[in-house]
């Protein structure tokens, strides 16, 4: 839109244009809101580790971002498992204990005894099934099984979580391998809150019911003003505004994408049109090809079952038994001949004189070239103009007699119309009775069935090898065109 256009707006449509574009962000804003709750569960594991968690310093103040989980969870009934909570905070303090006692001391060693007891209840009641997590703990005992060499999940851990081992190994060595790749599968297990429904809990109406309020405020105040305005009925005002009823239902959440992109569109934000044709193209491409190779086929079908059932001798017949219907006293044909032959004379043979003259004047050179007598009389000297004066000459009575006969010819008459009719009958005659040879009927019936079909079958391959979006481009773009031009 140009800029001049905007000046030009009147005040209240760049009002409205406003609110549109206000309520049109706000639509955007709960569809993504939407989208997040939707992925939420799915995406959890990376909105855990990538969103929030940040301490940063401004002005000299020092903030803590929470994480994005920390604020969510609780909107989807999700809490920390206190099984897997309680086994990560037993490392911690194994953690803290051989940094002050030593790996060989007595509480290290009680910690280590509680580790392996906890790790054969995380194999065994798997706390990851709740949260349908139970691909999560199968890799964290490959893991293990991996680091330590051995085909038994428990086994693993009582071998990792032993004296021995951590000493041979290097206590810090193998707690790094326990961060990086058992600790943070850990953390991504949670324990889900389950209703009275036997569903699990979600809290997500709660914050949507404010927007589905607002929405339906604004959309029965729209369907009010379309009621009044355009004096339709509450049904029919309605209809206007089919799309926003996705903006108001509690469920199928993602279907407010459709009133989104009506929205935006209407503000303006964004241009439908481009996806509209595509779309428009791509329905008439996928139909256009099939409808249009039934109806061949099937008026190709029609004619062949026409000839097959038509009767020659009988129609022939009919013709002239049938008494011709005169609703004006007056002969057609003879009337129209009249007129095309006065108008051929007086006005298209005179513009293309010119032109006959030309061609008679080369026809007759070629032929006079064929004659000896003329090539032995242009060779004789003083004779050789001879061929030029002939030709003009020749040329100039055939034309001048041409158009003397054409110019005074006298108008059809009845004497003419008669003979015409005469000729007319004579020919239905022998029509007639050529037709009662029914070798030559059936041949010519059996010759058009034929080609008729060939027809089909050529036509079909042909239309089923057209690009028939290349076409309806070609289409659209000649639309464009008239449009421009009216």
């Given at each position: 839109m140009t800029v001049l256009a905007k000046k030009r707006r009147p005040k209240s449509k760049r009002r409205n244009l406003l609110f549109e574009k206000v309520m049109a962000i706000i639509t955007v804003a709960n569809l993504g809101l939407v989208l997040f709750d939707l992925s939420y569960i799915p995406w959890r594991n990376f909105y855990l580790f990538n969103i929030g968690g940040l301490r940063i310093e401004l002005f000299g103040f020092q903030a803590q971002i929470p994480r994005i989980t920390d604020i969510y969870d609780p909107?989807?009934?999700?809490?920390?498992?206190?099984?897997?909570?309680?086994?990560?905070?037993?490392?911690?303090?194994?953690?803290?204990?051989?940094?002050?006692?030593?790996?060989?001391?007595?509480?290290?060693?009680?910690?280590?005894?509680?580790?392996?007891?906890?790790?054969?209840?995380?194999?065994?009641?798997?706390?990851?099934?709740l949260a349908d997590k139970t691909g999560t703990l199968e890799r964290i005992k490959n893991r293990m099984r991996s680091r330590i060499g051995t085909d038994s999940s428990k086994g693993a851990f009582d071998e990792f979580w032993s004296q021995p081992y951590l000493s041979q190994a290097g206590f810090l060595e193998e707690m790094s391998f326990f961060d990086e790749q058992i600790k943070r599968p850990i953390q991504t297990n949670y324990f889900r809150q389950i209703g009275e429904t036997g569903s699990f809990v979600d809290r997500f109406f709660f914050l949507d019911i404010w927007f589905m309020s607002l929405m339906a405020i604004e959309i029965a105040l729209r369907i009010f003003y379309i009621h009044k305005s355009?004096?339709?009925?509450?049904?029919?005002?309605?209809?206007?505004?089919?799309?926003?009823?996705?903006?108001?239902?509690?469920?199928y959440q993602f279907l407010r994408i459709i009133p989104v992109l009506f929205r935006l569109h209407k503000a303006e934000l964004i241009d439908l049109q481009v996806i509209n044709q595509q779309l428009h193209a791509s329905f008439l491409a996928a139909?256009?090809?099939?409808?249009?190779?039934?109806?061949?086929?099937?008026v190709v079908s029609q004619m062949q079952e026409s000839v097959k059932q038509v009767d020659v001798k009988q129609l022939l017949t009919a013709g002239s038994e049938n008494k011709y219907i005169d609703i004006n006293n007056t002969n057609e044909v003879a009337a129209i001949a009249s007129i095309v032959?006065?108008?051929?004379?007086?006005?298209?043979?005179?513009?293309?004189?010119?032109?006959?003259?030309?061609?008679?004047?080369?026809?007759t050179e070629t032929a006079l070239q064929q004659v000896f007598v003329y090539k032995g009389v242009a060779q004789i000297p003083g004779l050789g103009s001879i061929q030029q004066q002939l030709t003009e000459q020749v040329v100039l009575q055939i034309s001048q007699s041409l158009?003397?006969?054409?110019?005074?010819?006298?108008?059809?008459?009845?004497?003419?119309?008669?003979?015409?009719?005469?000729l007319t009958k004579k020919?239905?005659?022998?029509?007639?009775?050529?037709?009662?040879?029914?070798?030559?009927v059936n041949k010519v019936k059996s010759l058009l069935i034929d080609l008729l079909e060939e027809i089909k079958i050529n036509y079909v391959q042909r239309?089923?090898?057209?690009?028939?979006?290349?076409?309806?481009?070609?289409?659209?773009a000649i639309t464009k065109?008239?449009?421009?031009t009216f």
């Open positions: 909107i989807k009934g999700i809490e920390p498992y206190r099984d897997t909570v309680a086994y990560l905070e037993k490392v911690e303090q194994l953690k803290a204990e051989v940094a002050d006692q030593g790996l060989r001391s007595t509480q290290v060693t009680s910690t280590l005894a509680e580790l392996r007891e906890l790790s054969n209840q995380m194999v065994d009641t798997n706390p990851f099934a355009k004096n339709l009925s509450w049904a029919e005002a309605a209809s206007w505004r089919w799309y926003d009823i996705f903006l108001v239902l509690p469920f139909f256009s090809e099939e409808i249009t190779q039934t109806v061949i086929v099937r032959m006065q108008t051929t004379v007086e006005d298209i043979l005179p513009q293309l004189r010119p032109d006959i003259e030309a061609l008679l004047k080369h026809t158009f003397h006969t054409l110019k005074n010819m006298p108008q059809v008459d009845d004497q003419t119309t008669q003979l015409a009719q005469n020919l239905n005659q022998i029509l007639l009775q050529e037709a009662r040879n029914n070798k030559s239309l089923s090898q057209e690009e028939w979006e290349e076409i309806l481009t070609e289409t659209q065109s008239n449009q421009k």
